[in-house]
């Protein structure tokens, strides 16, 4: 029987995603925060409910896509949250980038009541969740995740199953940590590009194919030079990821000052306005 599937969040990337779950034959409950942001959802088919409980009560698989983990607490663990009223034997999936220790409380909460939890955040950004080409990362139980895999091979191509609960999140912040370095120094050699007198496009051309070739380069680089700064991931949810990652590492007696240094450059660009540009918007640190 297809499983009917709840939709929490429905922003940059949850209003694509929650499109190709309608495409692919799936029925979707929807709920998020500004319901104007659902239009598109509810348009391709979404059937809209007013708040969490109603979306909780009636779908047989519940995702979430928010934005910071204080919104997952809410969410999940809240009185009117998932826990409280989804039904026994349901699924949830938290596909927010959120903290680790938090995605191990969801899943011992849910285990209480016989509910399987997963933490699957996502890599891809808007293009990503757009094409449905999206790396997605999960933690949990392995019946639970063979259980769905169907259901995340609609949303993205490079579906792993990391381990236990918490392993998900776990493995989005060695990606964030990676994303980081990578993005300053697209910045930096974009700069230095410019500053040397070269065709930014071309060097892009030239270098993306080689060593230097990255998701960054060849997809954020050509929005710097076109001074497209809408957001693909929003600097100020890039600002928590990096938070994220810093704390965690620190529980492990891990210092990694190279995700420091590039918190703190996106720390100046939301200081000066750019909490809502995309995170290409790194560039305008280096080109003042």
């Given at each position: 029987m297809t499983k009917t599937i709840g939709f929490i969040g429905t922003g940059v990337m949850g209003a694509s995603m929650a499109k190709h779950l309608l495409h692919a034959g799936y029925e979707v409950n929807v709920y998020t925060r500004t319901k104007s942001r659902a239009d598109?959802?509810?348009?391709?088919?979404?059937?809209?409910?007013e708040d969490v409980k109603g979306v909780a009560q009636n779908s047989d698989v519940i995702i979430t896509i928010v934005g910071y983990p204080q919104d997952v607490e809410e969410v999940y663990l809240g009185e009117s949250g998932i826990l409280a009223h989804a039904k026994e034997g349901s699924f949830t999936v938290d596909m927010t980038t959120s903290k680790p220790s938090l995605?191990?409380?969801?899943?011992e909460a849910a285990r209480e009541r016989n509910i399987h939890a997963l933490d699957a955040p996502v890599s891809?950004?808007?293009?990503?969740?757009?094409?449905?080409?999206?790396a997605i990362m999960i933690g949990g139980e392995e019946e639970a995740v063979e259980e769905l895999r169907p259901i995340f091979?609609?949303?993205?191509?490079?579906?792993?199953?990391?381990?236990?609960a918490g392993l998900g999140q776990y493995t989005k912040m060695a990606n964030q940590i990676a994303i980081a370095s990578t993005m300053v120094g697209v910045s930096?050699?974009?700069?230095?590009?410019?500053?040397?007198?070269?065709?930014?496009?071309?060097v892009i051309a030239t270098i993306s194919t080689g060593a230097a070739g990255s998701f960054s380069l060849s997809n954020l680089a050509p929005r710097m030079l076109k001074g497209d700064f809408a957001p693909g991931f929003y600097?100020?949810?890039?600002?928590?990821?990096?938070?994220?990652?810093?704390?965690?590492?620190?529980?492990m007696g891990l210092d990694l000052p190279g995700l420091k240094q590039a918190k703190g450059l996106y720390d100046q660009l939301a200081t000066n306005g750019?909490?809502?540009?995309?995170?290409?918007?790194?560039?305008?640190?280096?080109?003042?």
């Amino acid at each position: 029987m297809t499983k009917t599937i709840g939709f929490i969040g429905t922003g940059v990337m949850g209003a694509s995603m929650a499109k190709h779950l309608l495409h692919a034959g799936y029925e979707v409950n929807v709920y998020t925060r500004t319901k104007s942001r659902a239009d598109a959802v509810l348009e391709a088919g979404g059937k809209w409910y007013e708040d969490v409980k109603g979306v909780a009560q009636n779908s047989d698989v519940i995702i979430t896509i928010v934005g910071y983990p204080q919104d997952v607490e809410e969410v999940y663990l809240g009185e009117s949250g998932i826990l409280a009223h989804a039904k026994e034997g349901s699924f949830t999936v938290d596909m927010t980038t959120s903290k680790p220790s938090l995605a191990k409380e969801i899943f011992e909460a849910a285990r209480e009541r016989n509910i399987h939890a997963l933490d699957a955040p996502v890599s891809g950004g808007d293009v990503g969740a757009r094409e449905a080409k999206l790396a997605i990362m999960i933690g949990g139980e392995e019946e639970a995740v063979e259980e769905l895999r169907p259901i995340f091979e609609v949303l993205g191509q490079n579906v792993q199953h990391l381990g236990a609960a918490g392993l998900g999140q776990y493995t989005k912040m060695a990606n964030q940590i990676a994303i980081a370095s990578t993005m300053v120094g697209v910045s930096e050699s974009l700069a230095y590009a410019k500053k040397a007198g070269l065709d930014p496009e071309q060097v892009i051309a030239t270098i993306s194919t080689g060593a230097a070739g990255s998701f960054s380069l060849s997809n954020l680089a050509p929005r710097m030079l076109k001074g497209d700064f809408a957001p693909g991931f929003y600097i100020k949810h890039f600002i928590k990821d990096m938070g994220i990652a810093i704390e965690s590492a620190e529980e492990m007696g891990l210092d990694l000052p190279g995700l420091k240094q590039a918190k703190g450059l996106y720390d100046q660009l939301a200081t000066n306005g750019e909490a809502d540009s995309g995170t290409q918007a790194l560039i305008k640190y280096y080109l003042q």
